[in-house]
């Protein structure tokens, strides 16, 4: 993942979705992330408790995988001190195909979380404010549905 950290606009946001669980790549992956200037990445966390990376490295944006959580929204839990993502693993649904018969997975939780950070950028957010930002839409849509924490 070449990157220079140069780019025309303001924030450029990059979809990994899915990482990889080698330890041996990490010293790479934080080189990179060193350089990455603007770009904002959101990545997997982690895949059966074992952490991936880049997903699990800062200041990428982390995302874990909620069946329960509906398309339209995501939730946050802080792990290891840090916010984590928890978004849908389903695509848009197809007409005629059960849920469970498309494709589904982490690759799409972290797909749905990429929208919604393309959605605060859009919404004016910036990259030191996105983050703050998503939390506090995760924490909206828990009170909207009447969840407490």
Request: contains cysteine; charged residues 20%; positive net charge.
């Amino acid at each position: 993942m070449p990157w220079n950290g140069r780019s025309p606009v303001a924030s450029t946001v990059i979809n990994l979705s899915l990482g990889t669980a080698n330890p041996t790549h990490r010293k790479r992956f934080e080189e990179v992330l060193a350089q990455a200037g603007r770009a904002i990445i959101v990545s997997a966390f982690e895949h059966q408790g074992c952490p991936l990376f880049p997903g699990s490295l800062d200041p990428v944006i982390a995302v874990t995988l909620d069946w329960d959580c509906p398309r339209d929204e995501f939730r946050v839990a802080p792990r290891d001190g840090r916010p984590v993502f928890q978004a849908s693993g389903y695509p848009r649904s197809i007409p005629g195909v059960p849920l469970r018969k498309n494709l589904h997975g982490i690759s799409f939780a972290v797909a749905n979380m990429t929208g919604f950070v393309a959605r605060e950028l859009a919404a004016g957010a910036s990259n030191s404010t996105l983050q703050a930002r998503l939390i506090e839409r995760a924490a909206e849509s828990t009170v909207t549905r009447g969840v407490s924490s």
